[in-house]
């Protein structure tokens, strides 16, 4: 029936102490409130309560008024309720409850509106705080072995699926919890083949995860059968149709029997649970964690749900703290649950797959590449948003050995000393090749060992040893230590950019003639001369670097092996180089010409001008790689990246 129902608890008032006394004296007073308001007393009894105060109860046509007072507390209760059946009294019903508080004058009010025959779904998030949803209407209520099941009809989320008091699933917004529960983690992993999910009874998060292609079965774990069957009935809108499909095999059977028996292993394990209470608290064990571990595939993750930051942040960094102490590799991630009033935390965990690590552009590729149909949340730029966490959070997470601000500093120090020493170490080293020079009477022309490789060896120990160790050493050492190895990478791969960047402003002069000669070779004359081979095997090096920073950078996940080849292949290069430069020394070298025509029967010089136009089209198409503009960003992928190692 509807109506409305005001209640109302009032403290401190400032009126008469008899009137809090005095019962027959406010049971006149109240019939004349009742009359002034426009409702219709039909009946009054009031009782006094010796040398205290009193409890009264005015029967309306409409409804009825109940109140009770304290004069030692200086307070009273008061309740107000009228049936809107055959016309609206709810004005009526507030203008009666304000007379009644102008009259006792308290100093504070709580007072709550009910409005009757609606639905008030209530949804705490704590002991403190929460929030409610109106109902039109209850479609159906059912007590399982485990659990009450409850179903309404909602103006803002159609059907609401509820476990035990608890908003679990909707219509109209289930999507964001379940796309967010099984699309970070999968997109990130290669090829996905095998999914378990432990619990997910409604069907949604199979749902998500077969519109992966390579899923070849998703293995559904459901202790609840009943939850199956409502979800049948009632939750199409959910579930899509999943349970027909024949990728789907549903278990109705307990999750950690099945996990602790089974010898099946699994690219993505989803727990699709309710909050950590009750039995469900044994499922977030650090125990279970680490049999769910044992049941991953190489590089395979589990991703879960662990709360809300803002309601029980309490609960966010132990779950956190426990999967720090399972896996190598734990990612929290955030986003804001509608169904759940609040900002929600998940996480994805495994050893070896970092779904953070991956840009918008990659995502975006994938999902294309996919074909992944009908997201209304998850795309690349999504993908790399929930990853992005506010401080609170990431203090929440972060585990505690990650937490030392002086720990920088002092491996920054740390690796300046080193750096210093080896400088030292190297000057020491070629005082040492003096000396003994000297005493053993070596004349003539200084080693050609020496210049050509201790000489520019001096230098790097003394600048970018000690530059680079103490810049790049705790960077890419903390990433590392954080699991972010593709990230760490990437960093390495940067600042090699910048020392092809040197090398390049160094030997330009070289390069900008050469390029020129090299299609029009033999009509230049100084080709013959002593610079072509080494300009040569420079720009050639150059190209051979230029490919294995793409590779690292672009390619690490697949190509780090070729990656580097390529770089031993450019040093070699470039070490020939340098003791070409001193060939007029006299002593023994090795020519990677004469190598390559011992080895092939080929003249010398075809293997030179080979390689210079294959190190020019590497050059050309490295470069258009590298610096190609990402797809919805007018920032270049390098810039991207030098940004992205910020956050």
């Not at 004058?105 to 705080?129: C, F, K, Y």
């Not at 790399?384 to 609170?392: D, T």
């Not at 960047?501 to 013959?528: I, Q, S, Y």
């Not at 080849?565 to 060939?583: E, F, N, P, R």
Request: aromatic residues 10%; charged residues 20%; contains cysteine.
């Amino acid at each position: 029936m509807n109506g409305l129902h005001l209640i109302g608890d009032l403290t401190g008032c400032r009126c008469d102490p008899q009137l809090l006394l005095d019962g027959e004296r406010f049971r006149a007073k109240c019939v004349e409130m009742v009359e002034a308001a426009g409702l219709t007393t039909v009946g009054v009894s009031f009782h006094q309560f010796e040398g205290s105060g009193y409890t009264g109860c005015v029967v309306l046509a409409e409804s009825h008024l109940a109140i009770h007072t304290w004069p030692e507390r200086q307070g009273l209760t008061l309740d107000v309720y009228v049936c809107n059946y055959s016309a609206d009294n709810s004005g009526k019903a507030r203008k009666l409850f304000d007379s009644i508080v102008e009259y006792f004058q308290p100093t504070e009010i709580a007072r709550q509106e009910v409005d009757r025959g609606e639905h008030l779904l209530m949804e705490p998030l704590n002991a403190s705080t929460g929030f409610h949803i109106k109902a039109t209407k209850q479609l159906g209520e059912w007590q399982t072995r485990f659990q009450k099941l409850q179903i309404y009809e909602t103006p803002h989320y159609g059907k609401i699926f509820r476990l035990d008091g608890f908003n679990m699933t909707s219509e109209k917004e289930e999507f964001v919890y379940h796309e967010n529960l099984i699309h970070p983690a999968l997109t990130a992993h290669l090829a996905p083949k095998k999914v378990l999910i432990i619990g997910g009874g409604d069907g949604g998060s199979s749902e998500e995860a077969l519109k992966h292609p390579s899923v070849e079965q998703v293995t559904m774990v459901e202790i609840d059968g009943d939850v199956i069957e409502v979800a049948k009935t009632h939750f199409h809108a959910v579930h899509q149709g999943v349970f027909d499909n024949p990728k789907l095999r549903v278990l109705v059977d307990d999750g950690m029997k099945f996990v602790r028996e089974t010898q099946e292993k699994f690219d993505l394990i989803a727990l699709d649970l309710n909050d950590p209470m009750g039995p469900a608290e044994a499922l977030y064990s650090t125990e279970f964690f680490q049999q769910l571990r044992q049941t991953l595939a190489p590089g395979g993750a589990l991703v879960l749900h662990i709360g809300s930051p803002v309601a029980r942040p309490e609960r966010v960094a132990q779950l956190a703290q426990r999967l720090n102490a399972v896996f190598r590799i734990v990612r929290p991630y955030t986003m804001y649950i509608p169904l759940y009033g609040s900002l929600w935390a998940m996480a994805v965990c495994s050893d070896k797959l970092d779904p953070k690590a991956f840009t918008a552009d990659e995502i975006d590729r994938r999902i294309e590449q996919r074909k992944l149909q009908e997201l209304r949340f998850y795309n690349g730029e999504t993908h790399e948003g929930v990853f992005a966490l506010p401080n609170y959070v990431r203090d929440l997470v972060i585990p505690a050995r990650l937490k030392q601000p002086a720990r920088g500093r002092r491996l920054a120090w740390s690796t300046a000393i080193f750096a210093l020493a080896t400088g030292l170490s190297r000057i020491l080293g070629l005082v040492r090749e003096i000396v003994a020079a000297y005493y053993f009477g070596v004349a003539g022309k200084i080693n050609a060992f020496t210049v050509a490789f201790q000489v520019p060896n001096l230098v790097r120990s003394l600048v970018a040893d000690a530059a680079l160790s103490s810049a790049f050493v705790p960077v890419f050492s903390e990433l590392l230590e954080r699991g972010d190895r593709k990230r760490a990478w990437r960093v390495a791969s940067s600042l090699f950019w910048l020392m092809l960047l040197g090398f390049n402003l160094t030997f330009g002069p070289l390069m900008v003639p050469l390029l020129l000669a090299v299609p029009f070779g033999p009509l230049l004359a100084w080709k013959r001369g002593d610079l072509y081979p080494v300009a040569q095997r420079l720009f050639a090096a150059f190209a051979l670097a230029i490919l294995a920073s793409i590779m690292v950078y672009v390619f690490i996940d697949r190509a780090s092996v070729v990656a580097a080849l390529g770089v031993g292949l450019a040093a070699w290069l470039m070490l020939g180089a340098g003791t070409d430069l001193v060939l007029k020394s006299g002593l023994p070298h090795v020519s990677l010409r004469t190598a390559w025509a011992r080895l092939t029967g080929l003249p010398r010089s075809v293997f030179g001008t080979a390689l210079a136009h294959a190190g020019l089209g590497v050059t050309v198409l490295g470069s258009g790689r590298i610096f190609r503009p990402c797809r919805g960003s007018s920032r270049s992928r390098m810039i991207s990246g030098r940004s992205r190692l910020t956050t």
